[in-house]
């Protein structure tokens, strides 16, 4: 129960994120540059505080920090040295920010399902690829899988009536593909929520320079569009992740792999309910393509045997 709650509660989170990025900037409400900049504020600002309120209780509760201690040492063989050394890096920092930006940038031209689509797509494609890269032995199935995603992504950009803007599609997969790099990233990480934590505050660096770009903006910023910002920010992302993370030791690796694939058909539903958007034919068989092809390749996922 209490892992469904936490699952239902994060995708609903992240797939309010590209719902209020949509909104925020669909009626130029706030620019891309200074949406991004209160969002990595406001998500760096909650996520500090979580981490905060969470060193609190661990330091009030002796069972719950020896029971963290205990599962550390079994990850890593260490226990508070590993977490503590749980701090992000420049790296992953940069990655999050060009996700950030990019995901701003393409969301003043795509609509809220077709951003989350291609955004979904790119990260799964570069993980993907990441494996294939390091030689990771696929099935046929995985293989076919693959192959169809592929196909489902370049009958979504053929061009009709409906066909999204190429240019914010690119742009959204460069968030995507910098969302997908963060992730490989982390893998390793003994403590995610401090992780990230760690690296949204880190990106905040790159804010003076975000900042500057969008200060020929700052006129046309309405109360609105920054209470949208901080929404995406503190509770889209803040909150969202940290939810995911309660969420994620109750789940399979793969169950946690599979219940992502709901994001871009809950973003194509928030779109069309407060944004009135439309679910065009084309979007409806490139999602229902894209997404059924990454559910086999993730379930095949341990079934690899050797062809010769």
């Known amino acids: ?17 590209s719902l209020l990025c949509r909104m925020a900037l669909a009626d130029g409400a706030i620019d891309a540059w200074n949406f991004t900049v209160i969002r990595l504020l406001s998500a760096a600002a909650c996520l500090g505080l979580i981490m905060l309120l969470q060193a609190y209780f661990l330091r009030r509760n002796p069972l719950r ?8 040492s079994k990850q890593t063989g ?20 060009i996700y950030a930006l990019c995901f701003s940038v ?3 031209a795509l609509d809220t399902g077709t951003g989350a689509l291609i955004l979904f797509a790119a990260v799964q494609l570069t993980m993907i690829g990441w494996g ?9 199935v995985q293989w076919t899988a693959l192959l169809i995603a592929l196909i489902g992504f370049v009958y979504l950009m053929l061009p009709s009536a409906s066909t999204p803007s190429l240019s914010a599609a690119l742009i959204m997969a460069i968030s995507g593909s910098a969302w997908g790099i963060y992730s490989i990233r982390g893998k ?9 934590g760690f690296n949204f505050i880190r990106s905040l660096v790159a804010v003076p320079i975000l900042a500057l770009l969008g ?14 910002s901080v929404a995406s920010g503190a509770i889209a992302s803040g909150i969202g992740y940290s939810v995911w993370y309660m969420a994620m030791p109750l789940l399979k690796t793969t169950q946690s792999a599979v219940v992502q694939l709901c994001v871009p058909v809950l973003a194509a539903l928030f779109g069309m309910i407060f944004l009135s958007e439309k679910l065009t034919l084309d979007f409806i068989v490139a999602s229902a393509v894209i997404l059924s092809a990454v559910l086999v390749f993730i379930l095949n996922k341990g079934r690899v045997k050797s062809y010769h």
Do not use: W
């Open 132 to 140: 294939i890269y390091h030689k990771e032995p696929l099935t046929r």
């Open 1 to 17: 129960m209490k892992a469904a709650l936490f699952t239902m509660i994060a995708l609903i989170a992240f797939a309010a994120n």
């Open 78 to 97: 260490n226990t508070d040295k590993t977490v503590l050394q749980d701090i992000g890096d420049g790296s992953s920092s940069l990655c999050l920010v």
């Open 188 to 196: 390793n990480c003994v403590t995610p929520l401090r992780t990230t």
């Open 106 to 108: 393409a969301y003043q």
């Open 215 to 228: 200060m020929s903006y700052l006129n046309d910023i309405s109360m609105t569009g920054i209470i949208l």
């Open 65 to 72: 920090r020896n029971r963290l201690r205990r599962n550390t």
